[in-house]
């Protein structure tokens, strides 16, 4: 069973938000951060179009859809009934149900979220192709956020500082307060990809190679994992061309 598989079995389960979005229930609170940060980055306009490539239960759509003209929220069909259930009367939010890399679009977009999915992918030969397949999607004109990258050299770099050692105990008595839920009961296979320095470096170049521009960007600290993930900007050879 996949990752894909293990967050549709959540969703029919109804487990907490949070850990629905992939998160631990202590990070509740900076998860709210994370809307600002995906649009502040991605600078949502009134005429985009919007693509929510593994949108959960709707974090960054909903922000979205309040300024955007359209967004296309793509995820297992147990999750997408969860996201449906939270809309209210929200009529720019399309739902389109199953594997990213299996569905089809006829349009392309002018921005694209990813957003705390390549952590939930298997490997680097399916992260390869998610990034491969969202940058056909693209509008020349677009930009994308590939959010929340997590990567391990980033993560002991700051286990090594003082400040490192000092989060590393107080999230350790955090969690050891969190109310337990034993997700353990969903998943068989819990395989999911590991980046460093290196596969996060190697990607930015693969975009690179396709003719997009692509920047490293740190995450603010107060986000969920804002110490040891990052994000990748994958900007279009077209954009900010009407600038001039
Ligand atoms: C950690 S959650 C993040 C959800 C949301 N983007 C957020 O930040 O709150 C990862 C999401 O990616 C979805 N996902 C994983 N693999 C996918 C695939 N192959 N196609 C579409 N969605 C996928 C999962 O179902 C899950 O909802």
Redesign the pocket.
């Known amino acids: 069973m996949?990752?894909?598989d293990?967050?549709?079995r959540i969703?029919e389960a109804g487990v907490e938000e949070t850990l629905?979005?992939?998160?631990y229930l202590t990070q509740k609170d900076a998860?709210a951060f994370?809307p600002e940060d995906v649009s502040r980055k991605l600078l949502f306009a009134s005429e985009d179009v919007v693509l929510?490539?593994?949108?959960?239960?709707?974090?960054?759509a909903f922000p979205a859809s309040r300024i955007v003209r359209e967004v296309t929220c793509?995820?297992?069909g147990s999750?997408l009934s969860r996201l449906r259930a939270k809309c209210s009367g929200e009529n720019n939010i399309v739902f389109k149900e199953?594997?990213?890399?299996?569905?089809s679009f006829k349009e392309k977009y002018t921005k694209i979220?990813?957003?705390?999915?390549v952590?939930?992918?298997p490997d680097m030969d399916?992260v390869r192709s998610?990034v491969d397949k969202a940058l056909c999607l693209l509008e020349p004109k677009g930009l994308m956020l590939i959010?929340?990258i997590a990567n391990v050299d980033k993560k002991r770099r700051f286990q090594a500082s003082e400040q490192g050692r000092q989060f590393e105990e107080e999230w350790a008595r955090k969690r050891a307060d969190e109310k337990k839920t034993d997700l353990s009961q969903y998943i068989n296979d819990n395989k999911t990809v590991v980046m460093g320095d290196d596969e996060v470096i190697a990607l930015l170049g693969q975009i690179r190679s396709q003719g997009f521009d692509a920047y490293l960007l740190p995450q603010p600290k107060n986000l969920p994992f804002g110490y040891t993930r990052e994000d990748i900007l994958v900007v279009g050879p077209e954009y900010g061309n009407e600038v001039r």
Do not use: K, S
């Open positions: 996949t990752q894909f293990f967050y549709g969703a629905q979005n992939g998160r998860e994370v929510d490539i593994g949108c959960g239960l709707g974090i960054n793509v995820d297992h999750v199953g594997d990213f890399l299996e569905l979220i990813m957003y705390c999915v952590p939930a992918l399916v998610f959010g929340d």
